[in-house]
């Protein structure tokens, strides 16, 4: 098209091919030995043991690929948060599959694989999906334990929520293909159904060391917790098998009979592909998130036919929103024009920028997607709530507080993709984190901070000066230059979307291109659960 759509291009392509390869650095575990070394015991990768279980031909979503990326260092990291799980189906049913990386730490949790699983387990109780457990874990990793055992957020939450979920009617399925110890013993055994495999499975509140320092009793693994003993002696198992493979063809059969649910009833038609090429989409936003561009350009690329229908297109141009169809489903998208535009009093509002009539365009449309049962799709590019006298006078916290309120009480799922910044308020106004995305994704390009920034090393430079020159010390333009220099360089780290994919700030960082596949699977499994509260918003600000 132009020099700066290729220059955008070929950045945002080496953006996703940075992806790509730190995904396949992931996928490794422990590592290629750890991967051997399960291999002579008859076991598979999990992400193998995923791909055997899943329908051939279709495609797995994988959540917290990079959920722990570059913490824990000192302890030999925790790739994928020692677990691999995402939304996949199973003989044509949408399921969450969580499944344990044996080659890390013995599958040993840290405080990021309880946080991880956690969000798992509520990806399924607010979309009422199956859950199938694939077990290969020694428990809490104990350097750690006062991080990941104790509190509400903690191991324990794991085994309330099996019992909520079991409450609620949502099936479970634990198949055991290594260790299941201590309180993780709990888990297959408060599934629907639980499976084990022969010589590798095993199941204890206590392994033999244990048993041996406690009670003085000397007992083997398999005699103590093995597939035999659970399936003939305890009852605790109901299934045993002499292979993976085995096990996970009879988790298939189990999943084949499973009773069809309500529906909540969301409209879809036959999809239909964007006129508009997808591909295009590289070439239409910047990497480094500083160029101007045209968000319903990004919209009809991902939009069937590329249709899109635009809700009080000439007000509050900072924010658009409109109906559309993603893969055959209605939705309302509410996105953050990032294109300079004028009011319609001849006014330039700066784009990615949410100004009165923009957070009040949006909040009318959210509550009339509410009305209307649609969905949201959120595309978040925001740098925040205009500021300065003018728009404190007209009322913008009023008014951003209105918006706030209608994202926060919306009960329509949301999805949400953020496409580039994602700073302050704008974050929460966007429907950040805090406001309960049925899913949340990030394009590589995304930056997720308090500010901007240079507005933040600006700020934070100031005040480590000032605390310096209260102690006595002369900052000199030079050193003053090498400070802003390391603060910028740190912050800068902490906005990445490894950083926020790390922490599960995002579900996942995703190839733009796969943005309409990700939102239609979100209201897919949406679509699962038929309960939905009545839509008040309380004290509403007008």
């Given at each position: 098209?132009?020099l700066?759509?290729?220059?955008?291009?070929?950045?945002?392509k080496?953006a996703?091919?940075?992806?790509r390869?730190?995904?396949?650095?992931?996928?490794?575990?422990?590592?290629?030995?750890?991967?051997?070394?399960a291999?002579?015991?008859?076991?598979?990768t999990?992400?193998?043991?995923?791909?055997?279980?899943?329908?051939?031909?279709?495609?797995?979503?994988?959540?917290?690929?990079?959920?722990?990326?570059?913490?824990?260092?000192?302890?030999?990291?925790?790739?994928?948060?020692?677990?691999?799980?995402g939304?996949g189906?199973?003989c044509?049913?949408?399921?969450?599959i969580?499944?344990?990386?044996?080659?890390?730490?013995?599958g040993?949790?840290?405080?990021?694989?309880?946080?991880?699983?956690?969000?798992?387990?509520?990806?399924?109780?607010?979309?009422?999906?199956?859950?199938?457990?694939?077990?290969?874990?020694?428990?809490?990793y104990?350097?750690?334990?006062?991080?990941?055992f104790?509190?509400k957020?903690?191991f324990?939450?794991?085994?309330?929520?099996?019992?909520?979920?079991?409450?609620?009617?949502?099936?479970q399925i634990?198949?055991?293909?290594?260790s299941?110890?201590?309180?993780?013993?709990?888990?297959?055994?408060?599934?629907?159904?639980?499976?084990?495999?022969?010589?590798?499975?095993?199941?204890?509140?206590?392994?033999?060391?244990?048993?041996?320092?406690?009670?003085?009793?000397?007992?083997?693994?398999?005699?103590?917790?093995?597939?035999?003993?659970?399936?003939?002696?305890?009852?605790?198992?109901?299934?045993?098998?002499?292979?993976?493979?085995?096990c996970?063809?009879?988790?298939?059969?189990?999943?084949?009979?499973?009773?069809?649910?309500?529906?909540?009833g969301?409209?879809?038609?036959?999809?239909?592909?964007?006129?508009k090429?997808?591909?295009?989409?590289?070439g239409?936003?910047?990497?480094?998130?500083?160029?101007?561009?045209?968000?319903?350009?990004?919209?009809?690329?991902?939009?069937?036919?590329?249709?899109?229908?635009?809700?009080?297109?000439?007000?509050?141009?900072?924010?658009?929103?409109?109906y559309?169809?993603?893969?055959?489903?209605?939705?309302?998208?509410?996105?953050?024009q990032?294109?300079?535009?004028?009011?319609?009093?001849?006014?330039?509002?700066?784009?990615?920028?949410?100004?009165?009539?923009?957070?009040?365009?949006?909040?009318?449309?959210?509550?009339?997607?509410?009305?209307?049962?649609?969905?949201?799709?959120?595309?978040?590019?925001?740098?925040?709530?205009?500021?300065?006298?003018r728009?404190?006078?007209?009322?913008?916290?009023?008014?951003?507080?209105?918006?706030?309120?209608?994202?926060?009480?919306?009960?329509?799922?949301?999805?949400?993709?953020?496409?580039?910044?994602?700073?302050g308020?704008?974050?929460?106004?966007?429907?950040?984190?805090?406001?309960?995305?049925?899913?949340?994704?990030?394009?590589?390009?995304?930056?997720?901070?308090?500010?901007?920034?240079?507005?933040?090393?600006?700020?934070?430079?100031?005040?480590?000066?000032?605390?310096?020159?209260?102690?006595?010390?002369?900052?000199?333009?030079?050193?003053?230059?090498?400070?802003?220099?390391?603060?910028?360089?740190?912050?800068?780290?902490?906005?990445?979307?490894y950083?926020?994919?790390?922490?599960?700030?995002?579900?996942?960082?995703?190839?733009?291109?796969?943005?309409?596949?990700?939102?239609?699977?979100?209201?897919?499994?949406?679509?699962?659960?038929?309960?939905?509260?009545?839509?008040?918003?309380?004290?509403?600000?007008?």
């Amino acid at each position: 098209m132009n020099l700066e759509f290729n220059k955008n291009e070929d950045a945002m392509k080496l953006a996703v091919s940075q992806v790509r390869q730190r995904h396949a650095q992931v996928s490794l575990g422990g590592g290629k030995k750890a991967i051997e070394k399960a291999r002579e015991k008859g076991k598979m990768t999990p992400r193998e043991r995923i791909q055997y279980l899943i329908d051939k031909d279709s495609t797995f979503t994988e959540i917290g690929a990079f959920a722990g990326w570059e913490m824990y260092q000192e302890h030999g990291g925790c790739p994928a948060a020692g677990t691999v799980a995402g939304l996949g189906y199973v003989c044509g049913r949408q399921c969450v599959i969580v499944a344990n990386d044996n080659t890390v730490k013995a599958g040993a949790w840290f405080p990021i694989t309880g946080k991880k699983n956690l969000r798992l387990q509520e990806i399924a109780m607010e979309n009422h999906l199956p859950v199938i457990y694939i077990v290969d874990s020694a428990g809490v990793y104990l350097p750690m334990q006062d991080e990941i055992f104790p509190d509400k957020e903690h191991f324990g939450r794991i085994f309330r929520n099996n019992a909520q979920m079991s409450a609620m009617g949502i099936t479970q399925i634990a198949a055991v293909m290594g260790s299941c110890v201590a309180g993780g013993a709990y888990l297959p055994i408060m599934s629907d159904e639980t499976l084990m495999v022969e010589g590798n499975g095993s199941i204890f509140l206590a392994g033999p060391y244990l048993v041996k320092a406690a009670i003085g009793e000397d007992v083997d693994i398999q005699t103590l917790g093995g597939a035999k003993t659970h399936t003939e002696i305890s009852g605790i198992a109901d299934y045993k098998f002499e292979t993976e493979a085995e096990c996970l063809d009879q988790v298939r059969r189990i999943m084949d009979k499973i009773g069809e649910q309500p529906r909540a009833g969301f409209d879809r038609v036959k999809p239909a592909a964007p006129k508009k090429d997808p591909n295009e989409i590289y070439g239409l936003v910047s990497v480094d998130n500083s160029r101007p561009y045209d968000v319903v350009e990004v919209i009809e690329r991902m939009v069937d036919n590329s249709e899109f229908d635009q809700f009080k297109e000439d007000y509050g141009k900072t924010i658009v929103c409109g109906y559309a169809r993603i893969d055959g489903w209605a939705v309302g998208i509410v996105a953050n024009q990032r294109k300079i535009v004028k009011s319609g009093k001849g006014e330039m509002q700066l784009g990615g920028v949410i100004y009165n009539d923009s957070a009040d365009k949006a909040a009318r449309f959210i509550q009339n997607c509410n009305q209307k049962k649609i969905p949201l799709v959120f595309l978040q590019d925001v740098t925040g709530f205009m500021v300065g006298s003018r728009s404190e006078h007209s009322g913008i916290i009023k008014d951003g507080a209105k918006l706030v309120n209608a994202v926060a009480n919306s009960v329509v799922p949301k999805i949400t993709i953020v496409i580039g910044n994602s700073y302050g308020a704008g974050n929460y106004a966007m429907c950040g984190k805090a406001y309960d995305p049925r899913f949340i994704y990030a394009w590589p390009n995304a930056k997720i901070a308090v500010m901007g920034g240079e507005q933040a090393a600006k700020t934070l430079l100031q005040i480590q000066v000032a605390a310096l020159k209260s102690k006595g010390q002369e900052i000199d333009p030079e050193k003053e230059k090498e400070l802003l220099k390391q603060i910028t360089d740190r912050y800068t780290s902490q906005t990445s979307a490894y950083y926020a994919a790390a922490r599960l700030w995002v579900d996942e960082i995703i190839d733009p291109i796969e943005t309409r596949r990700v939102i239609s699977e979100g209201i897919n499994a949406a679509n699962h659960n038929p309960n939905m509260k009545e839509f008040k918003t309380g004290v509403f600000q007008v």
